[in-house]
Every structure is written in structure tokens, then in C-alpha cells.
């Protein structure tokens, strides 16, 4: 595999912003961006009243970002699994701009994830959507991954912005990561990646698809 599966007894690293984030030296990280106007402040806002409905109809008293670290193993699972789904879904039917839709610009994302492949990452696959990007990459310390998505975003918008002549924000600034933790889960992960142009109804020269190869 690309490198290796999360092990909860191993040090790791915990981060906090808007939401957790947890990286582990070595480990498998399957993270999204998305371009800040992929998902409409309306529709967030509807979803951080549903997230809160979700805790409160089973009893946990509290926000639901202070509650789901603390919440059993199943029930973590069932609330990551619920509105994961929703934010992809949402993803996919293309709001915003949906830049990346251009190849051109597509490929300055793809250029600039492989660009220290193999040097301070190991870029497993990826694929660049009209709106977001999903990807799978190791990093070598718990620390690494946080610094370089910052300069992933930072570089890439730059470059789209000289491009199309704009300023601005373009990424909404924190990716979601998951540390995969089975065998089965990443080999899950490489076929949503694979499957996610032909899910949008994409085609061809609508994305960018980079396929590892070991």
C-alpha cells in the first residue's frame, strides 16, 4: 500500500480548528478540498443545525464537536458516515463556479500535488473535480500534513488567480482528512476516487484522475 493504516496505540497527532484533525507519521490520509464557493453558507448552516439535531436526539447533551470525540467507536462511525455522505453528495451535483472544471486549471492542482511526491510525501491517487479534490497520500511525521495542505491551497490559488486574472479567496481554507484504517477502507477509498467523475456525470477533460502506481 501507499503507506501505512492508522494505529490508534501509536502517537498521533491532534489538531483543532473548525473540526479535529488527526495525522500519524506514515499513515494514510484521504483528504478533500473544496473551492470556497462549492458549498453555499445556507446550506452549512442547515447542516450544523442537523449535526446538532443528531447529538441531541441520542441523549448528548453539548455541541457536536466537543461530543462526537467522545462518542463510542459505532456512533462515531455513524455520524461520520451520515453527513460525509451529505457533503459529497452536495459536491457532486457542481455548485460554485466549478473552475477546476477547465483543464488548464485542473492541471496546476495536479502539477502542484505531485510536485515533492516521493520527497516530503508519498501522493497516492487523486482526482481533481470542477469543485473539489479528493486524494490519498502518507506524510512522513504527524506533523507535515497540516503544513503542506496549507501550501498546497496557498500555491494553487495564487496560480489560478494569475491565471484567470482575479484575487480573492478561491479554497475554503480547512481540507477534511480521515486516517484509513483497514485494508478494505483504502481499497474503498481508491475506487471512490476512480468512480467519483462518472457518480458527478462528468466527462472526459471535465477532471483530472491520477492513478498510483506502486
Known amino acids: 500500500m501507499l503507506g501505512e493504516l492508522f494505529d490508534p496505540k501509536a502517537e498521533l497527532s491532534i489538531s483543532e480548528h473548525y473540526r479535529p ?29 442537523e449535526k446538532q439535531e443528531w447529538i441531541y436526539r441520542r441523549g448528548h447533551p453539548g455541541h457536536w464537536s466537543e461530543v ?13 458516515m451520515e453527513f460525509n455522505r451529505v457533503r459529497e453528495d452536495f459536491l457532486d451535483t457542481c455548485h460554485g463556479r466549478c473552475l477546476l472544471r ?75 482528512d480521515h486516517l484509513v484504517r483497514s485494508p478494505e477502507q483504502y481499497a474503498y477509498l481508491k475506487r471512490y476516487i476512480a468512480d467519483n467523475p462518472h457518480k458527478a456525470g462528468l466527462k472526459p477533460g471535465e477532471f483530472y484522475y491520477r492513478k498510483h502506481e506502486p
Request: overall charge neutral; charged content about 20%.
Open 68 to 80: 462526537v470525540p467522545n462518542l463510542d467507536v459505532k456512533e462515531q462511525q455513524q455520524f461520520k
Open 102 to 176: 477547465r483543464p488548464e486549471l485542473a492541471t496546476i492542482v495536479a502539477n502542484a500535488l505531485m510536485y515533492f511526491d516521493g520527497h516530503r510525501y508519498r501522493m497516492g491517487d487523486f482526482v481533481v473535480m470542477p469543485n473539489h479534490v479528493h486524494l490519498l497520500a502518507a506524510f512522513a511525521t504527524e506533523h507535515s500534513m497540516r503544513d503542506q495542505c496549507d501550501s498546497w491551497l496557498h500555491y494553487t490559488a495564487f496560480r489560478i488567480h494569475q491565471a484567470i486574472g482575479e484575487k480573492g479567496k478561491f479554497w475554503q481554507q480547512e481540507p477534511f
Open 21 to 49: 484533525h488527526w495525522s500519524q507519521a506514515g499513515a494514510i490520509v484521504f483528504i478533500t478540498f473544496r473551492t470556497q464557493d462549492s458549498i453555499p453558507r445556507n446550506v452549512l448552516e442547515r447542516w450544523e443545525r
